[in-house]
């Protein structure tokens, strides 16, 4: 979760309801393909995450937070708030 791609996702899944690999592709971050496939797989080894096959072929997955990822939403207002009182022009 240290890293800044990992929250990331977390933010978009918890805010903007991104659930699939191109809607996460389409943040305006611009995670790379990479990049994104590996976190992926480490939010979902850590249980924040699990995904669910919703095309066979080629396989497509759905993202969902767990009840772990979804307990991460204090934290990220946090952070949220701590950023806007110490950067409030980022």
Wanted: proline content about 6%.
């Amino acid at each position: 979760m240290g890293d800044r791609w990992s929250l990331l996702i977390v933010r978009d899944m918890m805010v903007l309801g991104k659930s699939t690999f191109n809607e996460f592709l389409d943040s305006e971050e611009k995670i790379p393909t990479n990049t994104l496939t590996t976190r992926l797989r480490q939010l979902e080894d850590a249980g924040l995450i699990c995904k669910t096959a919703y095309q066979d072929n080629p396989p497509r997955y759905r993202y969902e937070l767990t009840e772990a990822g979804i307990a991460l939403g204090p934290v990220l207002k946090a952070l949220r708030e701590w950023c806007e009182a110490h950067f409030p022009d980022h």
